[in-house]
Nanobody
Framework: QVQLVESGGGLVQPGGSLTLSCAAS????????MGWYRQAPGKQRELVAS???????NYADSVKGRFTISRDHAKNSVYLQMNSLNAEDTAVYYCKAALYELQYWGQGTQVTVSS
C-alpha cells in the first residue's frame, strides 16, 4: 500500500505556470505506474499525464506541449509542471499510483486559473 499527498495547487492567472507535487509514502521506483488526473466541476475525472515504471510518458492531447510529468525516485515524488495555463485547466488534480489492478489516489489539490 502507498499513501499519496499532492501539493502545489492554487490560483494562477491565465498564461501562468504551476508545479504540482505528489509525495509517496514509500518507494515508487520500478514498482508503480504514476499518473496525474483532474476533475472539473460537472465533468468526469480524466487522465492528464502518466509516467510508467519504465519511464515512458503519456499526455492528454489538451495538455501536450504545455505540461510535463517527471519523477524523483530519491524523494519518492512525481511532479506535474504546468505552463500556459488557461481557464479550461481549472480542476482538482489527483495523483494516482497503480500496480496491476491496485490503484491508490491522493486527496487532490485545487488548481484555479482565473484573472
Amino acid at each position: 500500500q502507498v499513501q499519496l499527498v499532492e501539493s502545489g495547487g492554487g490560483l494562477v492567472q491565465p498564461g501562468g505556470s504551476l508545479t504540482l507535487s505528489c509525495a509517496a509514502s514509500r518507494s515508487i521506483y520500478g514498482i508503480y505506474d504514476m499518473g496525474w488526473y483532474r476533475q472539473a466541476p460537472g465533468k468526469q475525472r480524466e487522465l492528464v499525464a502518466s509516467i510508467a515504471r519504465g519511464g515512458s510518458t503519456n499526455y492528454a492531447d489538451s495538455v501536450k506541449g504545455r505540461f510535463t510529468i517527471s519523477r524523483d525516485h530519491a524523494k519518492n515524488s512525481v511532479y506535474l509542471q504546468m505552463n500556459s495555463l488557461n481557464a479550461e485547466d481549472t480542476a482538482v488534480y489527483y495523483c494516482k499510483a497503480a500496480l496491476y489492478e491496485l490503484q491508490y489516489w491522493g486527496q487532490g489539490t485545487q488548481v484555479t486559473v482565473s484573472s
